[in-house]
């Protein structure tokens, strides 16, 4: 049986008073029931080529989804992390971050968890050098993923994955409630894109989707992909988060899964 909430009104109440005031009680109330049911989704950012611009694309997009009063948790998975450039705070990782996460592998979110940084969205600190250097498994990723979709805290989590083709990249795809598939208007990223997709399960068409990102009209190519947005180029050069967030492409993209 559905529970019913009562509320009290009081008699000398004016009628603006009593409209505002049912007004903003319903609205917490479906805030209320939005929270309890919606999931946080896990979205990754892939692409088969190196220098597609991915990483800027995930920023803007979390940017993006954060200005939509969306929670937002920015995890990057590649092997040089360069992605402080775009930040505010260009620090890495602390070395007690990094203490925390070997501490114990099967709780790395509760861990890590202090060292969570914010910048409209949440993000983890980029990594001061490559896994194997800081003698860590690929595997905390799917740990740490799992853990924060787990805790509830965010609306979505942001992967960014590195370019190319590992089983281990792979097993984050797998992860993901989405996938957003990076390529370029060239013949290479064209030909890379289909050698890489040929190991993904395409069938499930609203999981993998397309993004044509530094687009010109004059150098579009017939491709077997169906693009879902495209991301014009620029003449700018971008050098931070709100120069990223501000591009159409990536807003209207946000929009949809705002």
């Known amino acids: 049986m559905q529970q019913v909430s009562v509320y009290s009104i009081y008699k000398y109440k004016g009628i603006k008073e009593i409209y505002n005031e049912l007004i ?65 705070n260009h620090s890495v990782m602390p070395t007690d971050g990094f203490r925390a996460i070997r501490s114990d592998e099967n709780h790395i979110y509760g861990n890590i968890r202090p060292y969570i940084r914010r910048e409209g969205f949440w993000y983890i600190p980029p990594f001061q050098a490559t896994l194997e250097a800081l003698n860590l498994d690929y595997s905390i990723y799917s740990r740490l993923i799992q853990g924060a979709k787990e805790s509830g805290d965010y609306d979505y989590i942001i992967v ?7 089983t281990e990249k792979m097993e984050l795809l797998k992860l993901a409630d989405k996938v957003l598939i990076v390529l370029l208007p060239d013949p290479i990223s064209l030909y890379k894109t289909e050698f ?28 077997k992909f169906s693009i879902q947005e495209y991301v014009e180029d620029t003449e700018t050069p971008m050098e ?19």
Do not use: P
């Not at 040929?198 to 004059?218: G, M, P, T, V």
């Open 160 to 166: 960014d994955i590195e370019a190319g083709y590992s």
């Open 24 to 88: 903003y009680r319903s609205l917490d109330k479906i805030l209320a029931d939005e929270k309890s049911v919606r999931q946080t989704q896990v979205i990754a950012w892939y692409s088969a080529i190196g220098g597609s611009g991915k990483t800027g694309l995930g920023l803007g997009f979390s940017s993006c989804l954060s200005n939509n009063h969306r929670k937002v948790l920015y995890i990057n998975a590649e092997s040089i992390q360069a992605f402080g450039y775009y930040l505010k």
């Open 240 to 258: 931070n988060i709100e120069q990223l967030a501000n591009r159409k492409g990536i807003q209207k993209l946000a929009y949809m899964f705002s």
């Open 196 to 223: 890489v997709t040929k190991n993904l399960d395409l069938r499930d068409s609203e999981k993998y989707l397309f993004i044509c990102n530094r687009y010109r009209k004059e150098n579009s190519l017939q491709n």
